[in-house]
């Protein structure tokens, strides 16, 4: 772990004063808000979820073990992503509304509960990429972003929960649901159930198979849709005979339209090529 990195953090969330952090049950949230609990008095730290069709059932599990273990309050805020045009248009700014929906939700109920600041787990690693519009709504509302602003990247993030024993410090990315659908495709609760339960039905089949798949995204594809899993398992999927017919017709049993494939998943660089559909993660 580079020195002065866990100074610096908690150096930074302390000047807050007071913090709800937009929790995810994320690594990079988590340390936020593991910060705050260490920087902060008792009372002024409060975390907070968006609970939409967008969020995983096992992702709001693992927001309230998090929570629970850092013994700090979880708000679940129930918010309308699908309500905002500009968020089911799917046109490659859907990440925008959403931010912009979210925080403005926690940043009400911030003020409601007399907590100065909202804080999300925004890195330094994160500002490198061409294309997030979700950045661009949080500097809009003046959300402060304590990784970044103590030069954190994402290994400084893992590094450091792991050095403070957080139970995600390994845990994979696991974006919204939504990421799974191209931009282009509309956002619907229809779409963003069918993910959730494609998604849930693969690694249960490949459980079953005794392959645990560390990555894993189902995605609707403009015509069609493809699995992705990380390289280990994929190999895995590939040395069984009949299993990745056995897990696409799983899927067109579950209502997923068109050919499918599987492959391995591969997380999005920090500078997508040109033409790249930023819109997946």
């Known amino acids: 772990m580079r020195p002065g990195i866990e100074e610096r953090l908690l150096a930074g969330v302390g000047a807050l004063g007071s913090v709800a952090v937009a929790f995810s049950g994320g690594v990079d949230s988590a340390l936020v808000l593991a910060a705050a609990v260490r920087a902060l008095p008792a009372g002024r730290v409060l ?20 929570a629970e273990g850092l013994g700090v309050e979880l708000a679940e805020v129930g ?5 905002v045009p500009g968020y089911r248009a799917n046109a490659g700014e859907r990440c925008y509304f959403c931010k912009q929906t979210v925080l403005t939700a926690i940043g009400g109920l911030a003020h409601r509960r007399g907590l100065a600041h909202v804080a999300t787990g925004t890195h330094a690693d994160d500002h490198r990429a061409l294309h997030r519009p979700g950045l661009r709504a949080a500097r809009e509302l003046r959300v402060a972003e304590p990784l970044a602003e103590a030069g954190l990247g ?3 993030v893992r590094a450091l929960a792991a050095a403070w024993a957080l139970p995600v410090a390994d845990k994979p990315s696991a974006p919204c649901l939504a990421s799974r659908i191209p931009v282009g495709v509309p956002v619907s609760a229809g779409r963003l159930g069918l993910v959730e339960r494609a998604e849930i039905a693969v690694g249960a089949r490949l459980a079953g198979a005794g392959i645990r798949a560390r990555d894993l995204r189902v995605r609707l594809l403009g015509a069609g849709f493809r699995v992705e899993v990380d390289a280990r398992a994929c190999a895995a999927v590939e040395a069984q005979p009949g299993l990745t017919a056995a897990v696409l017709a799983e899927l067109g049993g579950l209502g997923l339209a068109g050919p ?4 391995v998943y591969r997380a999005p660089a920090l500078a997508p090529p040109s033409g790249s559909h930023a819109g997946y993660s």
């Open 47 to 66: 975390a907070a979820i968006a609970d939409s069709p967008s969020l995983a059932r096992a992702e709001l599990r693992t927001a309230r073990e998090v």
């Open 79 to 83: 918010v309308a992503e699908l309500a």
């Open 154 to 156: 994402k290994d400084d």
């Open 260 to 263: 499918g494939v599987v492959s």
